[in-house]
Structures are given as structure tokens and as C-alpha cells.
């Protein structure tokens, strides 16, 4: 089972818990009061919301939309790319263009160098 996470850009710094809303006694992340979690989210506050991909990068550090990796573009060439990773409707899936995620093998090899709000100049060098 994944873990749902969030976070968010605000135009300024990265938000690691976007929505606290209460719903009954306790105050969660993922909220089951719709109402409160749209407002929240789609506020004019943030610019951006990401979702954690449910994996982590060869250092142990979660991954989520938006943010920029450095990788193997095939196993064993030992070519590094930089790639953003998204979220790809028709796969429904998380990926970047060189592999889907998931496969272990690329992930042991993955790590996170930025993400595209704060570092969107690393995808510009790597197009160079």
C-alpha cells in the first residue's frame, strides 16, 4: 500500500504539509472533508500541488512530482540524464521519460538533484 502525500509551491518555498484540515477530533494530511482539503489545496496560496510517487531515491529521499532526478538512462551504459518526473495519465502512472518507475534497478541508481520550481535550470543544461 502507498503512502498518500503531499506537497505544495507556493511561489516562494516548497510546502511539505499543504492541507491540515480537521475532521473530527484529530487534524490529518489527507482529509476525508473534501470542502476543507479543495479550499486548502486550490487556494490562491500555492501555485503547485505534487504527490509523493511512493518511492525514494537511492539516498532514502521521497520522491514526488516535480522534482528533478539524475539517473541511468539504460542499465549498465553508465550515461547519467536528468529527467522531471510526472505523473503519465494514459500509464496512470509516475515516470520520466527514459523508464516508468517502480523497476528497482533504476531506482538504485536515482537520485534526486532539484525539482522544476526551484531548479528549473537543471533541465535546461540538460538539453544542452
Known amino acids: 500500500m502507498r503512502e498518500i502525500k503531499f506537497r505544495a ?8 504539509e499543504p492541507a ?8 490529518t494530511g489527507l482529509n476525508h472533508n473534501i470542502k ?5 489545496w ?3 496560496k500555492y501555485l503547485a500541488l505534487m504527490q509523493y510517487t ?6 532514502g529521499k521521497e520522491i514526488y512530482e516535480g522534482d528533478i532526478i539524475k539517473t541511468e538512462a539504460e542499465p549498465h551504459r553508465f550515461e547519467q540524464v536528468i529527467e522531471k518526473v510526472y505523473f503519465d495519465v494514459s500509464e496512470a502512472g509516475f515516470r520520466v521519460d527514459s523508464f ?8 538504485n541508481r536515482t537520485e534526486i538533484v532539484g525539482n522544476i520550481f526551484e ?8 538539453n544542452k
Open 36 to 40: 476543507c482539503m479543495f479550499e486548502d
Open 119 to 126: 531548479n528549473p535550470e537543471l533541465l535546461v543544461q540538460s
Open 100 to 107: 516508468r518507475f517502480g523497476n528497482e534497478m533504476y531506482l
Open 9 to 16: 509551491w507556493d511561489g516562494k518555498i516548497m510546502d511539505y
Open 20 to 27: 491540515q484540515c480537521t475532521d473530527g477530533p484529530e487534524v
Open 42 to 44: 486550490h487556494s490562491p
Open 54 to 59: 511512493g518511492l525514494k531515491d537511492k539516498n
